[in-house]
């Protein structure tokens, strides 16, 4: 059974940092790519960044390029998400999810697991 763990959420004011981590289990988790979504209040979930399965590349939205950083740590089975400069509009539940290739990764449609979600808040 595929489990995705996210942990690390809470309140921050802008200007803060947050360190996301996503625990997996389940899988052999090298050979997926591993992506980050979120979903604001009142809003449709989007894609945050994404990283291939050996690490050695990275994408990300143009709201967060420059201010997150993606990373994972195979030994680990742990995906994580450097969350620095934060903003009010960065304020969601952000979720970890698990795509088997490198395909559409900014659709949330084609990821196979997902985490249940961590809330992080950023206030003003």
């Known amino acids: 059974q595929v489990q995705l763990v996210e942990s690390g959420g809470g309140l921050v004011q802008a200007g803060g940092s947050l360190r996301l981590s996503c625990a997996a289990s389940g899988l052999t988790f090298s050979t997926y790519v591993m992506g980050w979504f979120r979903r604001a209040p009142g809003k449709e979930r989007e894609f945050v960044a994404v990283?291939?399965?050996?690490?050695?590349?990275?994408e990300y939205a143009d709201s967060v390029k420059g201010r997150f950083t993606i990373s994972r740590d195979n030994a680990k089975n742990t995906v994580y998400l450097q969350m620095n400069s934060l903003k009010p509009e960065d304020t969601a539940v952000y979720y970890c999810?698990?795509?088997?290739?490198?395909?559409?990764?900014?659709?949330?449609?084609?990821?196979?697991?997902w985490g249940q979600g961590t809330q992080v808040t950023v206030s003003s």
């Open positions: 999810a698990a795509n088997p290739a490198y395909r559409e990764i900014r659709v949330g449609g084609y990821y196979n697991y």
């Open positions: 990283i291939t399965g050996s690490g050695g590349r990275q």
